[in-house]
């Protein structure tokens, strides 16, 4: 009998390491996936905003201020998606992409009323490749 009830106890405990070690892989498995659901989601809405402010330069002598609200829904995105992830590429490429914007709003502050945006697209292409999985 007690050799019966030892099994029971060992297969008990077995039972549970094994859920515990099951349930901690899912959860790891679904934080990198949340994490690069995020990455993609805030990839796309920074190519949205890059087509905004592409035709903000093109319509700049209309309306100024299209610019600067484009350039800042851009950081807005960079510093969401650089907030949530760790991943050497996709922080090279949020770098990248901040500094191009910080050009073009150099140029856009010094009176240039067509700066060049193509450092942003090529920047915002690159962290959409990096975030796709």
Known sequence: MAASRRRSRLTAVAAAVATAALTAGLTTGCDAMNKALD??????????????????????ANDPTQVDSSLDSIDKSLRKIGDKTDDTDV???????????DNVRTAVDKGDGSPDVSPVTDAAGELTKVCTP
């Open 91 to 101: 922080n090279k490429a949020v770098d990248d992409l901040r500094k191009a914007v």
């Open 39 to 60: 990455c993609v989601q805030t990839a796309d809405t920074i190519a949205d905003s890059v087509t905004d402010l592409q035709q903000a330069v093109e319509n700049a």
